[in-house]
């Protein structure tokens, strides 16, 4: 299946390609993990839906086993999503969906080992997304439970970490969404406890290496990954730091300090710099990867002081940085300079962080209304407001020239096609 | 593409030998184990045996015997920590997985572990047959002994429901005459709770108030989560009852309170403050004086909780402050010695010491004060024990929009959560004093 798939996503892509002339477009993309492809919530396709709403431009909608706030992942054929039952929160479950029809092709269920505390409706112990390499699918949850199931859902390997390193403590349950990195699974855990960063066996579960982080204060950010040829770096953003690590073996590289001591976005990478949101109320930082020790001096390029949201994630869109705060204000940012381009309020509370892709920027906020600009523009291009009908705090996927939203009861394929909608090509 | 899920509709088979096979195969699997059948018969079941064997192969099940099935589960429980035992524990879990449905009881009485990762393991299996069975029309499924596990409160939690899940795909209803008996049960409490409510709810539409009452009072009496008794209250209210939740929870709502001592930055809960110095906790004196540098006196101030879960709120008690120190005394007096579990709360640091003895300390910020955020077994002596609290406050939040919550809650619980049985001796002994 994955051959197939893989051949015709090169025939369309090159087919695309070629009459152009220009930056290739993509039809067929899959979203693996936390933020995409890249891990920076930008998708390579073009074509996607633009206007959509409770009855129309829907392909299909199904319900969920269970509830939750992960993002849902897209292979091939395969959507996968974690999920936890609604009250106990001790039952873990992975479910995939047919990318179709959203039929559910399977659902596997587990017990978690420690349910801690979490938000009433930001978060649960189905939190932290999940991810791919195609073949295996890996499933980390609040409850302190890891799992490594393959793509038909069949259990490969399992790890309780919080029987193995203590129960997870976390007043707004763990989010991080952990990382695939070679064959290395990769999770950051900065909890009230004994916080640790620890690499696992992608194969069998076996650790690769632990680090333990004392004195490290609870964050909620997911660890990224710079890819270089010659040496690739883990970014950690933590409470009050952010912190390089050699992803083969734990090693400290650097750190910058500054950020605010409440951590939840995940950084992005981009233009040769880690764009990096310290917390509520704190700066938003540029720096250039590299260097040793505290390299808080040398390689921040700029600081922005406002904006900065407290959840979302914020989005790098060719030369445009985007903050989204938590109040529905968004600051458009110059990538390069931090220079502030333009600021609108789009108003609503926000928990999912944005996507982007054909050349649109997408904000949905916790009522399910979207509201799609275009990128690169210097001013704010709204190009329109869709209403989900359903609370939205996971964040989107792009996939196969869909959008996929997870509510806390349902699964939708966003495809704008009944509304008549749909983006003809990027602009 | 194969499914996990216990219930997989797009599993069952349709063909009419498949079906027929389900409905033959657990009754050959009877016959075949022997029974007061002629020798004639005995023969048909040897040649049905056969058919079955070739039936089991077809089905992708597997025989195991009795010794291979618990050396299968053996090798799961030693799963460890790490991925150890991990191919070996994955190897059993699929061989598990082919065997009869008339091990699913063994794998429920095996998934009471403590190991989590073997108890996943044997859930796997668990499903898997599960799965195949319902597939099949569930005929096979020994329902008898599952339900007696479900029944058995003794049995562990997790695997009794996942037992009830099962059976509730076969009969929906399996658990209705169940649950009355339920009150108690420790996995099947809230369950239980839930559907008296229901039925107190239906009495009071049908205008049969007693009845009504009545069952809303066994909810108050039987509820141990703090939702269902604070329904259980609010309907009683309704009626003209009145309950309090305070005692049926346990919770310590009378305290004496001094505040708050000066803690720049969060340095609070490593500093030693008067109240904690020279055995003061251990011998409370409400007249004594506290003074600070910059002069003011600190006294002792009676302070009783208002809000139904016993939540002490600091900032009204002792001053909307930031990065400071109050501390809390109360007595409770038990009838007798008792085991008792201790849940607690606080925003922020919480230290608390009973009859003199440190039984918690937690250094954590921005906390929230949740109910029975931490708990803590403790022993309860026969007549005063003596608390004593601590709670720091930190700076304020960076966000200028988050309160400035200084709050704590506390409770002594068996371990059903009900409220331990005690008095507070102690009361306001000037009402007018802290007008």
């Given at each position: 299946m994955k051959s197939t798939s893989s051949i015709r996503r090169i025939a369309t892509f090159l087919l695309l390609s070629a009459p152009l002339g220009r930056a290739p477009l993509v039809l067929a993309e899959n979203w693996p993990e936390w933020r995409g492809p890249n891990r920076n919530a930008v998708s390579s396709e073009s074509n996607l839906p633009r206007h959509w709403s409770a009855d129309s431009g829907i392909?299909?909608?199904?319900?969920?086993?269970?509830?939750?706030?992960?993002?849902?992942?897209?292979?091939?054929?395969?959507?996968?999503?974690?999920?936890?039952d609604r009250h106990s929160q001790e039952e873990l479950l992975i479910a995939c969906h047919a990318r179709d029809s959203g039929r559910q092709l399977w659902l596997t269920r587990?017990?978690?080992?420690?349910?801690?505390?979490?938000?009433?409706?930001?978060?649960?112990?189905?939190?932290?997304?999940?991810?791919?390499?195609?073949?295996?699918?890996?499933?980390?949850?609040?409850?302190?439970?890891?799992?490594?199931?393959?793509?038909?859902?069949?259990?490969?390997?399992?790890?309780?970490?919080?029987?193995?390193?203590?129960?997870?403590?976390?007043?707004?349950?763990?989010?991080?969404?952990?990382?695939?990195?070679?064959?290395?699974?990769?999770?950051?855990?900065?909890?009230?406890?004994?916080?640790?960063?620890?690499?696992?066996?992608?194969?069998?579960?076996?650790?690769?290496?632990?680090?333990?982080?004392?004195?490290?204060?609870?964050?909620?950010?997911?660890?990224?990954?710079?890819?270089?040829?010659?040496?690739?770096?883990?970014?950690?953003?933590?409470?009050?730091?952010?912190?390089?690590?050699?992803?083969?073996?734990?090693?400290?590289?650097?750190?910058?300090?500054?950020?605010?001591?409440?951590?939840?976005?995940?950084?992005?990478?981009?233009?040769?710099?880690?764009?990096?949101?310290?917390?509520?109320?704190?700066?938003?930082?540029?720096?250039?990867?590299?260097?040793?020790?505290?390299?808080?001096?040398?390689?921040?390029?700029w600081r922005f002081d406002r904006g900065a949201p407290y959840v979302p994630s914020a989005i790098l869109v060719g030369d445009q940085y985007y903050l989204l705060d938590d109040q529905g204000i968004v600051t458009c940012l110059d990538a390069h300079h931090g220079k502030q381009q333009w600021r609108h309020r789009i108003g609503g509370s926000f928990t999912a962080s944005p996507v982007s892709g054909g050349g649109y920027v997408y904000f949905s906020d916790d009522d399910g209304v979207t509201t799609v600009i275009e990128a690169g523009r210097k001013s704010y291009t709204e190009v329109a407001r869709n209403t989900l009908g359903a609370p939205t705090y996971a964040s989107a996927a792009i996939s196969h020239g869909n959008l996929y939203f997870r509510t806390p009861e349902l699964l939708l394929a966003i495809d704008g096609s009944q509304g008549k909608s749909r983006a003809d090509a990027a602009p | 593409m194969r499914s996990t899920m216990a219930l997989a509709p797009q599993d069952i088979g349709s063909h009419p030998a498949r079906v027929l096979l389900a409905v033959v195969i657990p009754i050959l699997l009877v016959l075949v184990g022997g029974g007061p059948f002629p020798a004639a018969t005995r023969g048909r079941m040897a040649r049905a045996a056969d058919d079955d064997d070739r039936a089991t192969q077809a089905s992708g099940e597997s025989r195991l015997s009795a010794d291979e099935v618990s050396a299968a589960i053996e090798r799961i429980m030693r799963a460890g920590p790490n991925s150890d035992g991990l191919d070996n524990a994955r190897n059993a879990s699929r061989e598990l997985s082919r065997a009869p449905a008339a091990i699913l009881p063994e794998l429920l009485a095996a998934m009471g572990t403590a190991n989590p990762v073997a108890a996943n393991w044997l859930r796997q299996a668990f499903e898997a047959i599960a799965a195949r069975e319902l597939s099949r029309g569930s005929a096979g499924l020994p329902r008898d002994e599952i339900l007696a596990f479900v029944r058995d409160a003794s049995r562990a939690g997790r695997p009794r429901r996942l037992a009830l899940r099962l059976l509730r795909q076969v009969d929906l209803d399996v658990d209705r005459p169940l649950l009355a008996d339920w009150l108690d049960d420790p996995e099947f409490r809230r369950d239980a709770i839930d559907a008296l409510m229901h039925q107190a709810d239906e009495?009071?539409?049908?205008?049969?108030?007693?009845?009504?009452?009545?069952?809303?009072?066994?909810?108050?009496?039987?509820?141990?989560?703090?939702?269902?008794?604070?329904?259980?209250?609010?309907?009683?209210?309704?009626?003209?009852?009145?309950?309090?939740?305070?005692?049926?929870?346990?919770?310590?709502?009378?305290?004496?309170?001094?505040?708050?001592?000066?803690?720049?930055?969060?340095?609070?809960?490593?500093?030693?403050?008067?109240?904690?110095?020279?055995?003061?906790?251990?011998?409370?004196?409400?007249?004594?004086?506290?003074?600070?540098?910059?002069?003011?006196?600190?006294?002792?101030?009676?302070?009783?909780?208002?809000?139904?879960?016993?939540?002490?709120?600091?900032?009204q008690a002792l001053g909307p402050v930031k990065e400071s120190v109050g501390f809390a005394y109360s007595e409770i007096e038990c009838a007798e010695a008792c085991a008792a579990r201790l849940a607690c709360s606080a925003d922020d640091n919480l230290s608390i010491w009973l009859n003199g003895e440190s039984v918690l300390a937690r250094e954590q910020w921005l906390n929230g004060t949740r109910l029975d955020r931490f708990v803590v077994p403790v022993k309860l002596q026969a007549g005063v024990n003596r608390i004593f609290v601590k709670i720091c406050q930190g700076p304020q939040h960076v966000n200028p929009e988050v309160p400035n919550n200084w709050s704590f809650q506390l409770r002594f619980c068996d371990a059903s959560g009900k409220g331990i049985r005690f008095v507070c001796p102690l009361s306001n002994p000037d009402p007018a004093s802290n007008k």
């Open positions: 392909r299909w909608k199904v319900p969920l086993a269970g509830t939750g706030v992960s993002s849902p992942i897209v292979w091939d054929e395969r959507i996968v999503v974690t999920a936890t587990f017990w978690g080992t420690a349910v801690t505390l979490h938000h009433a409706t930001k978060s649960d112990m189905a939190t932290p997304t999940p991810v791919t390499d195609g073949k295996r699918i890996f499933a980390l949850f609040g409850t302190g439970d890891l799992f490594c199931v393959d793509m038909d859902g069949q259990l490969v390997w399992q790890r309780s970490l919080a029987e193995e390193y203590g129960p997870f403590e976390n007043r707004f349950g763990h989010t991080s969404s952990p990382i695939l990195v070679g064959n290395s699974l990769i999770i950051q855990c900065d909890h009230y406890g004994s916080s640790y960063l620890l690499a696992v066996d992608a194969d069998n579960g076996k650790n690769v290496w632990h680090q333990p982080r004392p004195g490290v204060w609870h964050s909620w950010s997911s660890p990224q990954i710079i890819r270089q040829a010659d040496r690739s770096t883990l970014v950690v953003c933590a409470a009050e730091r952010m912190e390089g690590f050699d992803p083969r073996d734990g090693q400290l590289q650097w750190i910058v300090h500054g950020l605010q001591r409440e951590c939840i976005p995940t950084p992005v990478i981009g233009h040769e710099r880690i764009y990096v949101v310290s917390g509520p109320r704190g700066s938003s930082f540029a720096v250039r990867p590299g260097g040793k020790g505290d390299v808080t001096e040398s390689h921040v390029d | 009495k009071l539409n049908m205008r049969a108030v007693e009845e009504a009452r009545s069952a809303f009072e066994r909810c108050f009496e039987h509820a141990r989560h703090s939702d269902q008794v604070l329904a259980a209250v609010d309907k009683l209210r309704s009626l003209g009852t009145i309950v309090d939740p305070i005692p049926q929870l346990g919770f310590v709502h009378r305290w004496w309170v001094v505040g708050p001592f000066p803690a720049p930055g969060m340095s609070g809960f490593s500093t030693l403050y008067p109240p904690q110095i020279g055995g003061e906790a251990f011998a409370f004196d409400r007249s004594r004086i506290y003074t600070l540098d910059d002069g003011t006196a600190l006294r002792w101030k009676w302070s009783e909780s208002t809000d139904r879960l016993g939540e002490m709120n600091l900032v």
